[in-house]
C-alpha cells in the first residue's frame, strides 16, 4: 500500500478557479458551444449499501449539474438479476437525499431492456454481433493474454440470418444459461483486451426484481451502460479509473448502436412513459476515494455484516453512509472531505484522519455546546446549603452568539468526570486533588476537602468548599486557579448511554495486511464501549441527530434509532483532537 496522504498534502480550492480537470472539460464544452445544459448520472448497482466512496461520485456528479445548472439522474444499474434488492434501492435513495441531493430522474437500467434488445439487433443486422456457442472456459481460452493475441470463434463467421434467428430464441428461452453468448464483432487481436468481441448479452434463466421472468437474457454492463447514458442524453458520464480500458468499448457501443439516428430504438422507452433525449456521451474516469481504516468494497462489508463483526450496515463503524450517518459524520463534513481531496487521476490512499478533522471542523462551527459527564464521580459543595436551587446561564456556543443561551440547574450535588481529580496526582496534574483548587465551569473556585472511600479503597465521593467571592460575575471570579473541568448536577442530570466508537480497524489497510490472516482479523472489538454517564437536561431533551459538543469531551450525536429525551442515547462521533496521531 503507498503512504496515506496527510492533511497538509491536500489542496483546498481556492474562489472561482476550476476545482479539477473535469470541471473544466465541463466549462470548456459550455463555453464552445458543444454542449447548452450538462447532463450526468449517478449509477450505483443496487446489491450493497453505499459506501464513503460512493460519495465522492456522487458529490462529483450531482455537485456538477448543480454547479453548472443542468441535471444528474439516479440510474440504478440493475442488468445483474438475482443479486440485488429493493431494500438496497430505497437505501441508495435515502442516501443520495442524506448528502443533499435529488434526481432528476429516477431511472433503472431494466427500463431499457427492449431498447438494449432492439439495439442488439441492430449490430447483429449490420455485421457487428454474433451468437458464439463456445462455453465460458473456451471463451476464456480463446480470449488470449495480455502477450498474445485472442483466437477467432468457429462461430464469428454465421450470417447474419443465422445470428438473427439464434439470438432471437435466445430471447424466446430457446437455450439453457451459458448455451450460448452474443458478442461483439471487434478484434480479437486488439491489445486491449475489452475489444476482443465482448460479451453484450448471456442467458440468466434467473428473475429479475423489475422484469420478473420477462428476460431470459441480459445485456452485459459495457452496452447496458453505455446505451443507458446516451439515452437519457448524460453529456458528461463520470466514472472511476476502473472504467478506462472499457472506454473503448464504451464509445464502440455509442457510435455503433447510433441511437440519435435510429429514433425507432428507443421508441419502446418513449410508449413505457419516459422521456429520451439521445446524446453522444463522453466519458471520463477519475479516481476512487480511498482512506485508511475504511473497507470501500460492497462484498467486504456485507461479509462484516453476515460474519457479525459489526451489528448492521448502519452500525456506526461501518464506512457505508448509512454507517456514517449513524456516528454523526455530516454530508457538510464528508462533502469538505472530499473538496479537499480533490478530483484527479492520481490513485492515492487518503489518512483517515483527514474525515475526522474536516467532520470536526464542521461540528465545531454548527454543534451546541452541553455537559455531559461519562465516568461520574459525586462531588458535594458542603457550604451550599440543603435543596439548595439556582440555574446558571450558558450560551451554546463560545464563538457564535446566535446559538443563544440555556439554563444549566446548580444544587448541592454535582457530577465530575473520575479524571478530573487524582488523590496522588501524575506531574504536570492541572485538576483537582485532596486539598486542591479546580475552577467548575460557569460557576467558581471549589476546594477539595474531604476524600470519602468505600471499604475497598475506590474513591466514592469527594466534598468542597465553593468559594463565595469567586462565582461568576463577581470581581473574585477571575481569580487564577490552574484548571476548569466541567460537571453536570446531580439532582437534575439525566441518566445517558453514550456509546464511545472509535476506529473499526487497528490496522490502517485491513485488506492489504500480508500477515497470513483473514482480513477480519484486524476488527478491534475495543473499538465499540458502551458507558453509562450523565447529562444536563438541555442535552437529553433533542431530537435524534440532534449533535453537540460535550464540553471537553468530544462531539456526540443523538442515536438516530434508539434515542428519546426520556432516555438519551449518544453516540461519540470523533474525539476533540486527533488522538491517533500520538499512538502512531
Ligand atoms: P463494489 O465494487 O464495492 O461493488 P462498485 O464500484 O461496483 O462497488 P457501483 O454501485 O457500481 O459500486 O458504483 C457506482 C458508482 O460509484 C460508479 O460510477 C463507481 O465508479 C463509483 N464508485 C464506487 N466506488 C467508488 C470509490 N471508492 N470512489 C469513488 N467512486 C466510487
Ligand atoms: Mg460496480
Redesign the pocket.
Request: proline share 8%; net charge positive; hydrophobic share 35%.
Given at each position: 500500500m503507498s503512504s496515506p496522504i496527510s492533511a497538509a498534502e491536500t489542496t483546498a480550492p481556492e474562489g472561482d478557479a476550476p476545482r479539477d480537470f473535469i470541471r473544466q472539460i465541463v466549462r470548456d464544452d459550455l463555453a464552445s458551444g458543444k454542449h447548452v445544459e450538462i447532463h450526468t448520472r449517478?449509477?450505483?448497482?443496487?446489491?450493497?449499501y453505499?459506501?464513503?466512496?460512493?460519495?465522492?461520485?456522487?458529490c462529483?456528479?450531482f455537485g456538477i449539474a448543480r454547479e453548472f445548472g443542468g441535471w444528474c439522474n439516479l440510474r440504478l444499474?440493475d442488468t445483474n438479476p438475482g443479486k440485488e434488492d429493493p431494500e438496497f434501492v430505497q437505501g441508495?435513495k435515502d442516501d443520495v437525499h442524506w448528502l443533499g441531493f435529488d434526481w432528476h430522474e429516477l431511472r433503472h437500467a431494466s427500463d431499457y431492456f427492449e431498447v438494449f434488445y432492439q439495439a442488439a439487433l441492430k449490430l447483429i443486422r449490420d455485421g457487428l454481433a454474433y451468437v458464439d456457442d463456445l462455453s465460458a472456459d473456451e471463451l476464456r481460452a480463446y480470449r488470449g493474454t495480455l502477450t498474445e493475441p485472442g483466437r477467432n470463434s468457429p462461430y464469428r463467421e454465421r450470417s447474419v440470418a443465422e445470428n438473427l434467428d439464434l439470438f432471437q430464441r435466445m430471447r424466446a428461452g430457446e437455450f439453457g444459461d451459458g448455451e450460448k453468448t452474443l458478442r461483439a464483432k471487434i478484434d480479437m487481436a486488439a491489445g486491449n483486451m475489452n475489444l476482443r468481441d465482448p460479451a453484450l448479452y448471456r442467458i440468466r434463466k434467473v428473475a429479475h426484481q423489475n422484469t420478473g421472468e420477462a428476460w431470459p437474457i441480459y445485456p452485459m454492463y459495457d452496452i447496458a451502460h453505455a446505451l443507458s447514458d446516451a439515452m437519457e442524453g448524460i453529456t458528461h458520464s463520470?466514472?472511476?479509473l476502473?472504467?478506462e480500458d472499457h472506454r473503448p468499448l464504451y464509445d464502440w457501443c455509442v457510435d455503433h448502436v447510433d441511437l440519435p439516428h435510429h429514433p425507432e430504438l428507443w421508441q419502446s422507452v418513449v410508449a413505457a412513459g419516459l422521456t429520451a433525449k439521445p446524446a453522444k456521451p463522453r466519458q471520463i474516469?477519475?479516481?476512487?476515494?480511498?482512506l485508511t481504516y475504511c473497507i470501500?468494497?460492497?462484498?467486504?462489508?456485507a461479509q462484516l455484516v453476515h460474519e457479525g463483526f459489526v451489528d448492521g450496515w448502519d452500525d456506526p463503524r461501518m464506512s457505508t453512509l448509512r454507517g456514517l450517518r449513524r456516528r454523526g459524520f455530516t454530508p457538510a463534513g464528508l462533502k469538505l472531505l472530499i473538496e479537499r481531496v480533490g478530483i484527479s487521476k492520481q490513485n492515492s490512499v487518503i489518512d483517515y484522519a483527514i474525515l475526522e478533522n474536516a467532520v470536526r471542523e464542521d461540528l465545531d462551527a454548527h454543534a451546541p455546546r452541553r455537559m455531559a459527564v461519562l465516568d461520574p464521580l459525586k462531588l458535594v459543595i458542603g457550604n451550599l446549603p440543603q435543596g439548595h436551587a439556582e440555574t446558571i446561564v450558558f450560551p451554546n456556543h463560545p464563538k457564535d452568539e446566535s446559538f443563544g443561551t440555556r439554563e444549566i440547574p446548580l444544587s448541592r450535588e454535582l457530577w465530575i468526570e473520575r479524571e478530573d481529580f487524582a488523590e496522588v496526582p501524575p506531574k504536570g496534574f492541572k485538576r483537582l486533588v485532596p486539598g486542591g483548587e479546580v475552577r467548575l465551569r460557569g460557576v467558581g473556585i471549589v476546594k477539595c476537602d474531604e476524600v470519602l472511600k468505600d471499604a475497598a479503597g475506590n474513591v466514592v465521593e469527594l466534598h468542597a468548599t465553593l468559594d463565595p467571592a469567586s462565582r461568576a460575575g463577581l470581581p473574585g471570579a477571575d481569580r487564577k486557579v490552574k484548571g476548569t473541568i466541567h460537571w453536570v448536577d446531580a439532582t437534575h442530570a439525566v441518566a445517558a448511554e453514550v456509546r464511545l466508537y472509535d476506529r473499526l480497524f487497528n490496522v490502517p489497510a485491513p485488506d492489504a495486511e500480508d500477515d497470513g490472516q483473514p482480513w477480519t482479523a484486524h476488527v478491534d472489538p475495543a473499538s465499540k464501549r458502551i458507558v453509562r454517564g450523565w447529562v444536563e437536561p438541555a442535552a437529553a431533551d433533542c431530537a435524534p441527530e440532534q449533535h453537540f459538543q460535550f464540553e471537553r469531551t468530544g462531539y456526540f450525536v443523538a442515536d438516530r434509532i434508539d434515542h428519546t429525551p426520556g432516555k438519551p442515547v449518544f453516540n461519540r462521533v470523533v474525539t476533540l483532537r486527533d488522538t491517533w496521531a500520538k499512538r502512531a
Open positions: 449517478f449509477p450505483p448497482e443496487p446489491n450493497g453505499l459506501h464513503i466512496g460512493h460519495a465522492k461520485a456522487i462529483l456528479s444499474d441508495i463520470l466514472c472511476t476502473e472504467f474516469e477519475f479516481s476512487r476515494l480511498n470501500t468494497s460492497k462484498r467486504k462489508l
